[in-house]
């Protein structure tokens, strides 16, 4: 069973910039994939905003947030940072920590592919 504790989220001006932290506890580290998803308000669903394969430190982003986002690890610390810069009230939203148990890398990103979660950091930007 994996833990994960999220921390970091707040309210914040466009422009300025988060750094998100997800502390993992249990499981195997080098086995985990890590990813962030997001979830908009009012919005069903959560989306991917970026994912790294523990063992070997391999990242994932979606295209369409162009490297805002990056993400990185400090394993001493069993602990994934999400770095959101130039943020804007579009990114308003609940930001998830999400891990899979998996061999070699990363699953596909969706939701269903992930069995650990955190409960989750709010994000608000304002105009």
């Known amino acids: 069973q994996v833990q994960l504790v999220e921390s970091g989220g707040g309210s914040i001006q466009t422009g300025e910039s988060l750094k998100l932290s997800c502390t993992a506890s249990g499981g195997t580290d080098s086995r985990l994939c890590v990813a962030w998803f997001r979830q908009a308000p009012g919005k069903e669903g959560k989306e991917v905003v970026a994912?790294?394969?523990?063992?070997?430190?391999?990242?994932y982003y979606p295209g369409y947030l162009r490297g805002r986002f990056p993400i990185s690890q400090d394993k001493t610390e069993n602990t994934v940072y999400l770095q959101m810069n130039n943020l804007t009230p579009e990114d308003t939203g609940m930001y998830y920590c999400?891990?899979?148990?998996?061999?070699?890398?990363?699953?596909?990103?969706?939701?269903?592919?992930?069995?650990?979660w955190g409960q989750g950091t709010q994000v608000t930007v304002s105009s």
């Open positions: 999400a891990a899979a148990d998996r061999a070699g890398y990363c699953p596909d990103l969706y939701e269903r592919n992930f069995a650990f």
């Open positions: 994912a790294i394969y523990r063992g070997t430190d391999r990242k």
